[in-house]
Protein backbone atom coordinates (compact mmCIF):
# COMPACT_ATOMS: atom_id res chain seq x y z
CA UNK A 1 0.00 0.00 0.00
CA UNK A 2 0.65 3.71 -0.33
CA UNK A 3 2.45 5.60 2.42
CA UNK A 4 -0.91 7.31 2.77
CA UNK A 5 -3.10 4.30 3.15
CA UNK A 6 -5.68 4.63 6.07
CA UNK A 7 -4.81 1.28 7.57
CA UNK A 8 -6.01 -2.15 7.69
CA UNK A 9 -8.73 -3.95 5.73
CA UNK A 10 -11.82 -5.01 7.28
CA UNK A 11 -13.81 -7.76 7.30
CA UNK A 12 -17.12 -7.94 6.16
CA UNK A 13 -18.44 -11.36 7.03
CA UNK A 14 -15.59 -12.47 6.74
CA UNK A 15 -14.64 -11.17 3.54
CA UNK A 16 -11.66 -8.42 3.13
CA UNK A 17 -12.24 -4.99 2.42
CA UNK A 18 -9.26 -2.81 2.02
CA UNK A 19 -9.73 1.04 3.79
CA UNK A 20 -8.75 3.37 0.55
CA UNK A 21 -9.83 5.99 -1.61
CA UNK A 22 -10.23 5.88 -5.07
CA UNK A 23 -7.15 7.78 -5.25
CA UNK A 24 -4.93 5.52 -2.88
CA UNK A 25 -6.18 2.71 -4.93
CA UNK A 26 -5.10 4.10 -8.45
CA UNK A 27 -1.61 5.24 -6.36
CA UNK A 28 -1.38 1.38 -5.44
CA UNK A 29 -1.96 0.09 -9.02
CA UNK A 30 0.35 2.33 -10.35
CA UNK A 31 3.17 1.24 -7.67
CA UNK A 32 2.53 -2.40 -8.38
CA UNK A 33 2.92 -1.56 -12.33
CA UNK A 34 6.26 0.41 -12.19
CA UNK A 35 7.39 -2.16 -9.34
CA UNK A 36 6.92 -4.87 -11.87
CA UNK A 37 8.76 -2.76 -14.80
CA UNK A 38 11.69 -1.81 -12.33
CA UNK A 39 11.86 -6.11 -11.61
CA UNK A 40 11.99 -6.34 -15.47
CA UNK A 41 8.73 -8.04 -15.56
CA UNK A 42 10.10 -10.77 -12.89
CA UNK A 43 8.07 -10.05 -10.17
CA UNK A 44 4.42 -12.44 -10.57
CA UNK A 45 0.76 -10.35 -11.27
CA UNK A 46 -1.22 -8.89 -9.19
CA UNK A 47 -4.77 -9.30 -8.47
CA UNK A 48 -7.59 -6.74 -7.80
CA UNK A 49 -11.28 -7.20 -7.04
CA UNK A 50 -13.92 -5.18 -6.70
CA UNK A 51 -16.23 -6.54 -3.86
CA UNK A 52 -19.65 -5.85 -3.65
CA UNK A 53 -22.87 -7.37 -1.93
CA UNK A 54 -23.49 -10.81 -3.80
CA UNK A 55 -19.21 -11.53 -3.51
CA UNK A 56 -19.91 -11.20 0.32
CA UNK A 57 -22.23 -13.58 -0.45
CA UNK A 58 -20.99 -15.80 -2.53
CA UNK A 59 -17.78 -15.94 -0.70
CA UNK A 60 -20.20 -17.72 2.42
CA UNK A 61 -20.58 -20.87 0.60
CA UNK A 62 -17.52 -20.88 -2.07
CA UNK A 63 -14.17 -21.44 0.00
CA UNK A 64 -12.17 -20.74 -3.25
CA UNK A 65 -13.80 -17.24 -3.84
CA UNK A 66 -13.40 -16.56 -0.78
CA UNK A 67 -9.42 -17.46 -0.56
CA UNK A 68 -9.01 -15.56 -3.94
CA UNK A 69 -10.58 -12.40 -2.82
CA UNK A 70 -8.76 -12.09 0.93
CA UNK A 71 -5.63 -13.43 -0.80
CA UNK A 72 -5.48 -10.57 -3.27
CA UNK A 73 -3.09 -7.82 -3.19
CA UNK A 74 -6.06 -5.15 -3.16
CA UNK A 75 -9.77 -5.27 -2.72
CA UNK A 76 -12.15 -2.27 -3.02
CA UNK A 77 -15.14 -1.05 -2.11
CA UNK A 78 -18.14 -1.77 -5.39
CA UNK A 79 -21.03 -1.60 -4.04
CA UNK A 80 -23.06 0.74 -1.73
CA UNK A 81 -23.83 -2.20 0.76
CA UNK A 82 -20.48 -2.82 1.30
CA UNK A 83 -19.93 0.82 2.27
CA UNK A 84 -22.61 0.96 4.71
CA UNK A 85 -21.68 -2.36 6.22
CA UNK A 86 -17.82 -0.59 6.89
CA UNK A 87 -19.44 1.90 8.38
CA UNK A 88 -21.69 -0.16 10.78
CA UNK A 89 -18.84 -2.36 11.76
CA UNK A 90 -16.94 1.09 12.85
CA UNK A 91 -14.40 0.68 10.55
CA UNK A 92 -15.38 2.47 7.33
CA UNK A 93 -13.76 2.61 3.99
CA UNK A 94 -13.62 6.07 2.48
CA UNK A 95 -15.67 5.55 -0.66
CA UNK A 96 -17.42 3.19 -3.04
CA UNK A 97 -14.90 2.46 -6.27
CA UNK A 98 -16.76 0.41 -8.89
CA UNK A 99 -15.00 -1.60 -11.97
CA UNK A 100 -17.13 1.20 -14.56
CA UNK A 101 -15.37 4.18 -12.19
CA UNK A 102 -12.03 2.31 -12.54
CA UNK A 103 -11.10 1.77 -15.58
CA UNK A 104 -11.26 5.27 -17.45
CA UNK A 105 -9.06 6.86 -14.16
CA UNK A 106 -6.85 3.76 -14.84
CA UNK A 107 -6.55 3.77 -18.71
CA UNK A 108 -5.44 7.57 -17.77
CA UNK A 109 -2.70 6.53 -16.00
CA UNK A 110 -1.57 3.98 -18.52
CA UNK A 111 -1.15 6.83 -21.08
CA UNK A 112 0.96 9.14 -18.70
CA UNK A 113 2.99 6.01 -18.02
CA UNK A 114 3.27 4.40 -21.09
CA UNK A 115 1.35 1.15 -19.98
CA UNK A 116 -0.49 -1.14 -22.62
CA UNK A 117 -4.05 -2.50 -21.57
CA UNK A 118 -5.93 -5.39 -22.80
CA UNK A 119 -9.29 -6.68 -22.23
CA UNK A 120 -10.60 -9.57 -21.66
CA UNK A 121 -14.37 -11.15 -21.63
CA UNK A 122 -17.85 -10.30 -22.39
CA UNK A 123 -19.84 -11.07 -25.71
CA UNK A 124 -18.19 -10.58 -28.26
CA UNK A 125 -17.59 -7.10 -30.25
CA UNK A 126 -18.38 -5.62 -26.40
CA UNK A 127 -14.52 -5.74 -25.26
CA UNK A 128 -13.59 -4.15 -28.65
CA UNK A 129 -16.36 -1.16 -28.17
CA UNK A 130 -15.10 -0.83 -24.88
CA UNK A 131 -11.52 -0.32 -25.85
CA UNK A 132 -12.47 2.67 -28.62
CA UNK A 133 -14.57 4.74 -25.62
CA UNK A 134 -11.52 4.14 -23.53
CA UNK A 135 -8.90 5.41 -25.73
CA UNK A 136 -11.73 8.74 -26.80
CA UNK A 137 -11.54 9.13 -22.89
CA UNK A 138 -7.69 8.90 -22.37
CA UNK A 139 -6.07 9.77 -26.20
CA UNK A 140 -2.86 7.82 -26.50
CA UNK A 141 -4.37 5.02 -24.56
CA UNK A 142 -2.66 1.90 -26.04
CA UNK A 143 -4.89 -1.30 -26.15
CA UNK A 144 -2.39 -4.06 -26.50
CA UNK A 145 -5.60 -6.34 -27.57
CA UNK A 146 -9.35 -7.64 -26.69
CA UNK A 147 -10.43 -10.91 -26.66
CA UNK A 148 -14.15 -12.65 -26.16
CA UNK A 149 -12.89 -15.99 -24.83
CA UNK A 150 -14.50 -17.92 -21.93
CA UNK A 151 -13.55 -18.26 -18.47
CA UNK A 152 -13.73 -22.56 -19.45
CA UNK A 153 -10.32 -24.49 -18.10
CA UNK A 154 -9.75 -25.60 -22.13
CA UNK A 155 -9.23 -21.79 -23.06
CA UNK A 156 -6.63 -21.12 -20.08
CA UNK A 157 -3.31 -21.97 -22.01
CA UNK A 158 -4.50 -20.05 -25.31
CA UNK A 159 -5.80 -16.98 -23.82
CA UNK A 160 -2.65 -16.23 -21.57
CA UNK A 161 -0.31 -17.46 -24.21
CA UNK A 162 -2.27 -14.06 -26.39
CA UNK A 163 -1.72 -11.82 -23.33
CA UNK A 164 1.79 -13.09 -23.97
CA UNK A 165 2.12 -12.12 -27.29
CA UNK A 166 0.18 -8.95 -26.90
CA UNK A 167 3.04 -7.80 -23.95
CA UNK A 168 0.45 -5.98 -21.67
CA UNK A 169 1.01 -4.67 -18.50
CA UNK A 170 -2.64 -4.56 -17.11
CA UNK A 171 -5.35 -6.76 -17.80
CA UNK A 172 -9.39 -6.08 -16.97
CA UNK A 173 -11.51 -9.37 -16.97
CA UNK A 174 -15.07 -9.28 -17.38
CA UNK A 175 -16.45 -12.70 -17.23
CA UNK A 176 -18.83 -11.87 -14.18
CA UNK A 177 -18.42 -13.01 -10.34
CA UNK A 178 -17.04 -15.49 -9.35
CA UNK A 179 -16.07 -16.52 -13.28
CA UNK A 180 -13.78 -13.83 -13.48
CA UNK A 181 -11.75 -13.50 -9.98
CA UNK A 182 -11.14 -17.48 -9.79
CA UNK A 183 -9.92 -17.67 -13.35
CA UNK A 184 -7.44 -14.63 -12.62
CA UNK A 185 -6.36 -16.67 -8.97
CA UNK A 186 -6.12 -19.65 -10.55
CA UNK A 187 -3.69 -17.97 -13.40
CA UNK A 188 -2.18 -15.59 -11.28
CA UNK A 189 1.18 -17.55 -11.37
CA UNK A 190 1.54 -17.12 -15.04
CA UNK A 191 -0.30 -14.11 -16.83
CA UNK A 192 2.24 -12.96 -17.81
CA UNK A 193 0.84 -9.16 -16.99
CA UNK A 194 1.62 -6.47 -13.35
CA UNK A 195 -1.88 -6.40 -12.64
CA UNK A 196 -4.92 -8.45 -13.54
CA UNK A 197 -8.83 -6.78 -12.22
CA UNK A 198 -12.03 -8.14 -12.02
CA UNK A 199 -14.44 -5.49 -13.58
CA UNK A 200 -17.77 -7.13 -14.16
CA UNK A 201 -20.27 -5.40 -16.57
CA UNK A 202 -17.75 -2.52 -16.70
CA UNK A 203 -17.61 -3.20 -20.06
CA UNK A 204 -21.08 -3.16 -21.19
CA UNK A 205 -21.39 -0.02 -19.59
CA UNK A 206 -18.33 1.54 -20.71
CA UNK A 207 -19.32 0.79 -24.37
CA UNK A 208 -22.52 2.18 -23.90
CA UNK A 209 -24.36 -0.82 -24.83
CA UNK A 210 -26.04 -1.04 -21.18
CA UNK A 211 -27.40 2.80 -19.45
CA UNK A 212 -25.87 3.15 -16.66
CA UNK A 213 -27.96 4.56 -14.07
CA UNK A 214 -28.24 8.29 -13.22
CA UNK A 215 -25.67 10.03 -11.66
CA UNK A 216 -28.22 11.07 -8.49
CA UNK A 217 -28.93 7.39 -8.45
CA UNK A 218 -25.32 6.24 -8.03
CA UNK A 219 -25.09 8.89 -5.07
CA UNK A 220 -27.59 7.81 -3.42
CA UNK A 221 -26.84 4.14 -3.38
CA UNK A 222 -29.57 3.15 -5.53
CA UNK A 223 -27.82 2.10 -8.52
CA UNK A 224 -28.93 -1.86 -8.17
CA UNK A 225 -32.40 -0.35 -7.98
CA UNK A 226 -31.53 1.19 -11.64
CA UNK A 227 -30.31 -2.18 -12.66
CA UNK A 228 -33.38 -4.22 -11.27
CA UNK A 229 -35.74 -1.97 -13.27
CA UNK A 230 -34.09 -2.34 -16.47
CA UNK A 231 -33.02 -6.00 -15.91
CA UNK A 232 -36.24 -7.19 -14.18
CA UNK A 233 -34.45 -10.92 -14.36
CA UNK A 234 -31.57 -10.05 -12.08
CA UNK A 235 -34.26 -10.28 -8.86
CA UNK A 236 -33.25 -13.52 -8.06
CA UNK A 237 -29.72 -12.09 -7.57
CA UNK A 238 -30.79 -8.99 -6.21
CA UNK A 239 -32.35 -11.24 -2.97
CA UNK A 240 -28.71 -11.38 -1.97
CA UNK A 241 -29.10 -7.86 -1.02
CA UNK A 242 -31.40 -7.83 1.87
CA UNK A 243 -29.45 -11.22 3.38
CA UNK A 244 -26.36 -9.19 3.74
CA UNK A 245 -27.85 -6.45 5.23
CA UNK A 246 -29.43 -8.93 7.44
CA UNK A 247 -26.80 -11.03 8.59
CA UNK A 248 -24.32 -8.00 8.65
CA UNK A 249 -26.56 -6.68 11.41
CA UNK A 250 -26.81 -10.71 13.16
CA UNK A 251 -23.21 -11.01 12.73
CA UNK A 252 -21.24 -8.05 11.50
CA UNK A 253 -20.03 -6.88 14.94
CA UNK A 254 -19.08 -10.42 16.49
Not at 77 to 95: H, I, K, S
Not at 103 to 130: K, N, S
Amino acid sequence: MPQNSPGAAVYVLGVRVDRVSQAQALATIEQMISQRKLSGDTLPCRQIVTVNPEFVMTAQHNHDFRRAVNSAALVVADGAGVVWATRYLGQPTPERLTGTDLLPMLAQRCVACGYRLYLLGATPGVAEAAAARLQELAPGLQIAGTYAGSPALSEEDAIIERIREAQADVLCVAYGAPAQDLWIWRNLSRLPVAVAIGVGGAFDFISGRKPRAPESMRRMGLEWLYRLYREPWRWRRMLALPRFAIQVVLRGRK
